[in-house]
Structures are given as structure tokens and as C-alpha cells.
């Protein structure tokens, strides 16, 4: 482990042990103080001066939040901290940035455009609202009620304090999870973090961030990636060894990323933030998705989870069978950040899917190796789709049984093949090592595609037949019905 790995597990874990102490804070002010006063110190503990980034940006994102009219304030703002992280990066690639830093920096953008996001959606619901009231007076048979909350009328009176707050809330700081401002809010508002069995849930995943990191160490042991660049890799391995290299690789990434995602959990969970009641069906990221508020009235009456903070969920990744399962079950909480931002809101229905993918791409860099995994995964899941659909959809016992576990292996190799890419990061390292395994990855899709494009039109073309067949046979027989129904007359 590097020294800024050190650091950050240092940072995560006395966040995690300030939990139960700003937990028991009992004026609400002072704890908001207390863990925007933690964030800022740990965001400068990992970042040194290059923490004037994130000062800077959220100052010009706050001031899009605030001065532009909410009509056009989400793309303005939006524009504005993504904007931002091309000088970021340009500054990283000259000068050079502390990895972590730029997590930091990732995470401020969504919180702050995010913020902006739901601050448009909720000036529109007003406006609606207003339109409605007209109406109603013209048409004494509408029905149909638009509800405003108390919080979307909040939302149009924040204050740069408040933006401050939520942005360096030291619960998140440094790696996530995203969190939406409402989530921010209801922890110093709401008393579920009081009933919440906080102690208890840190534990439980504690024991997984153990068993993650003793992974992580292992594995980076036997099979470092750094091994993967040398010549002696390149000259003295075979295809096989090289090819299978990206399985142990991609394992060593999933693991050091799973023990950093559940220690952040775990400083969520010990400060008890995000915990909401079963009732309130919270979900990944969003928080409640039904009323919630009327719950605090018989708040230890109710039994509790941290769903709205949990954000991979790790043995959903591992067990499901294809491609696709393993994306919707990985990050989550950013998922969620863009299937609202950007896919449900781009205007074209047509390109929302490859628009989202390729934001995801941009914030999570610029380096070639990001496009070659983000924007690859569309590819593969069109042809696993093309293939569930020809082989897997229909089957059934034994045969299901075994070719889930085809699907499961190849879903594994292609999340390894394109994460090489992903890790070798720059376009000299990815081509190298692509070319060293003869591109097998993509040519083997190209003719998987091919293939199934094939038996796909085989297949339509038997069902035609056989419904031809069978129209022709009922013909016949509507036919012979007829003479002989003539015959009898």
C-alpha cells in the first residue's frame, strides 16, 4: 500500500470512530458544525494545497446554484463543476494530484450539481402548482393534485452556508456515498439515527472490510499489475498466462475497491446517517420513496436499515449470472445520480443511454483506459442480451443450471477484459497489452455478434415457416369443411 492509501484508511477509520461522538452532539447547530469542521480537516489531511480545488469549485458551483434562475440553474451549475474537472485534470496531468484528491473532487461535483438538479425539479413542481390553482378555478372538475413538501419549498431558499455544509459533511467526504441533500437534512432534522442500530450495523460490515482488504493484500501480492507492464511479462509469458492475468488483476481492483466503499459505509452507519425506517422503502442513493415524515412521531417503534447509503452492493456483483445484473448492482448511489440527471432528463430517447455512459466516462476521467471499459460495456450487454434471448431465456433444470454458469464466466471476463483497460489507464499500456493477447476480447465478440445475428434471423425464419405451415393447414382444413358441408346439402 502507498503512503496516500495509508493516510486514507487513517482518514476513514477516525471518521468511522468520530461517529458515535457527533451521534450524541444534542444541539443539531453544533453537530452540523462539528462534521463540516471534520470534513474540511480531512480534505486537507489527504489534499495539502491541492484542497484550493475544492474550495474553488464548490465557490463557482454555490454561486450557479444561488444566482441563476432555477429554469436553467441545473445545466448552468451542471456545466460549471464538470467544467471544472477539465482544469482539474489538466492541472493533475502537469503537476500531479494525490489519487484521492481527485475522489474528493468527483464526489463534490455530484453533490453540488446534484443539489441544483433537485432544486430545478422542485421550482417546476411549484410552478406547476401555481398553473394548476388557474386551472382549478376554470375547471371545477379537476381532480388530480400536484403535492408540494415542505422541502421543495426549502430548496428554493438555501443559503451558501448550508451548501457549504452538505458539500464538506465529513460523512462522505472522501470517497461518497452519494447522498442527496434531503438525506443531509433529515440527519440533523429527523431522530431515526437515535433508534438506528448503528453500532451494531459498523460491525457487521467492518468484518467485510477485513476480509476485503486481506483480499486485496493477497492477491496485489501474487499478481500486481505493475507485473503486467514489465517486459519480462510481455517476452517470457504465453497468451494463455497473459490472457489470464486480467482475472487476478480485475479481482485485486474489485477487492481494494470493495474494503474503501464499505469503510465509508461504515461512517455512515456509526454516525447513524441514512438510516430511515423499513416503511419508507428507501432506496440506493435516493433515500425514502414514500411519506416518512409522520414516522417520527413513534420513531423507536420502528425497525431500521441503511439502504439509502449503501453503494455496491458487493454479493449481488459476485453471484448474479450476466453483464447486465452486475452493472445495475455496482455503484448504485451514482447510478442513481445519473439515471436522474442525465438519462431521464436528456432530450433524446434515442442517445440517453450512450449520453449517460459517456458522462459517467468524463467524470471519472479522461485517460483513454476509462473510455475503453465505460463505453465497451454497452457492446457486450447488447450481445448477451442477443444470446439470453437464443439460449438462456428458454431454458430450463439442468441445462439453465449450466448455461448460467457459461453466462456468469463470461460476464467475469469481460468485466476483466475491459477493466485491463480501466487500470492500465493510458492508450500505449492498454494497446500493448491488447495487442500481446491478439485483441481476443473484441474479436471474439465481433464473431459472437455475428454469430447470433445469424441464428437469430435462422430462428425467425423457422417461426415463419412454421406459422405459414400452420395458416395453410387451417386453410385445408376450413376447405375440406366446406366441400363436405356441400356434400351433405
Not at 458515535?20 to 458544525?33: C, F, H, P, T, W
Not at 450539481?113 to 433537485?118: D, L, M
Not at 440527471?341 to 483506459?369: D, E, I, M, Q
Request: net charge positive.
Amino acid at each position: 500500500m502507498s503512503i496516500d492509501d495509508v493516510i486514507y484508511v487513517i482518514c476513514l477509520l477516525a471518521c468511522i470512530g468520530a461517529g458515535s461522538y457527533v451521534k450524541k452532539i444534542a444541539d443539531e447547530g453544533q453537530r452540523k458544525l462539528v462534521s463540516t469542521a471534520l470534513g474540511v480537516i480531512v480534505v486537507v489531511i489527504v489534499s495539502g494545497l491541492h484542497s484550493l480545488h475544492c474550495f474553488v469549485s464548490l465557490a463557482l458551483g454555490t454561486a450557479a446554484v444561488l444566482l441563476v434562475h432555477p429554469s436553467k440553474g441545473h445545466l448552468v451549475t451542471f456545466a460549471v463543476m464538470f467544467g471544472y474537472l477539465v482544469f482539474f485534470r489538466i492541472f493533475d496531468f502537469y503537476l500531479g494530484i494525490p489519487g484521492h484528491t481527485n475522489m474528493i473532487q468527483m464526489i463534490l461535483t455530484l453533490k453540488v450539481s446534484g443539489i441544483a438538479f433537485e432544486k430545478t425539479a422542485a421550482w417546476k413542481r411549484l410552478q406547476a402548482r401555481d398553473e394548476q390553482k388557474k386551472n382549478d378555478q376554470r375547471d371545477v372538475n379537476q381532480e388530480s393534485q400536484i403535492e408540494i413538501t415542505d422541502y421543495d419549498v426549502e430548496l428554493q431558499t438555501l443559503s451558501a452556508a448550508e451548501i457549504l455544509h452538505y458539500s464538506f459533511n465529513y460523512i462522505g467526504v472522501l470517497t461518497g456515498p452519494y447522498y442527496r441533500y434531503r438525506t443531509y437534512r433529515d440527519y440533523f432534522e429527523m431522530p431515526f439515527k437515535t433508534h438506528a442500530p448503528s453500532v451494531e450495523a459498523t460491525l457487521d460490515k467492518l468484518k467485510y472490510a477485513v476480509f476485503y482488504c486481506a483480499l486485496y493484500l493477497a492477491t496485489n501480492y501474487m499478481w500486481p499489475l505493475d507485473y503486467a507492464l514489465s517486459d519480462e511479462f510481455f517476452n517470457d509469458r504465453s497468451f494463455v498466462y497473459r490472457l489470464l492475468y486480467v482475472w487476478p488483476t480485475f479481482f485485486t481492483f474489485r477487492a481494494r475497491i470493495y474494503t474503501g466503499l464499505t469503510l465509508s459505509e461504515c461512517v455512515c452507519t456509526m454516525a447513524g446517517f441514512g438510516a430511515y425506517p423499513d416503511e419508507s422503502d428507501p432506496n440506493n442513493g435516493e433515500g425514502p420513496r414514500k411519506r416518512y415524515q409522520h414516522l417520527k412521531r413513534d420513531a423507536e417503534k420502528h425497525t431500521y436499515n441503511f439502504t439509502t447509503i449503501v453503494n455496491t452492493r458487493v454479493l449481488e456483483v459476485e453471484r448474479c449470472w450476466t453483464f447486465r445484473e452486475g452493472m445495475k448492482h455496482w455503484n448504485v448511489c451514482v447510478q442513481y445520480w445519473l439515471a436522474v440527471n442525465v438519462y431521464k432528463l436528456f432530450p433524446s430517447k434515442k442517445y440517453r443511454t450512450g449520453a449517460t455512459l459517456l458522462c459517467s466516462a468524463y467524470w471519472h476521467g479522461f485517460r483513454p483506459g476509462h473510455y475503453f471499459c465505460i463505453m465497451g460495456a454497452p457492446f457486450y450487454v447488447s450481445l448477451e442480451d442477443m444470446w439470453d434471448k437464443l439460449v438462456r431465456r428458454t431454458a430450463t433444470g439442468t441445462s439453465r443450471r449450466i448455461i448460467d454458469v457459461i453466462f456468469w464466466i463470461f460476464k467475469w471476463f469481460a468485466f476483466s477484459y475491459l477493466g485491463e483497460a480501466f487500470l492500465l489507464s493510458s492508450f500505449g499500456k492498454i494497446w500493448r497489452f491488447y495487442g500481446s493477447v491478439y485483441h481476443i476480447g473484441y474479436v471474439s465478440w465481433a464473431v459472437m455478434t455475428a454469430l447470433g445475428f445469424y441464428l437469430t434471423s435462422q430462428k425467425k425464419a423457422a417461426e415463419r415457416r412454421k406459422n405459414r405451415a400452420a395458416e395453410k393447414a387451417a386453410g385445408g382444413d376450413g376447405i375440406a369443411a366446406s366441400v363436405e358441408k356441400e356434400k351433405a346439402q
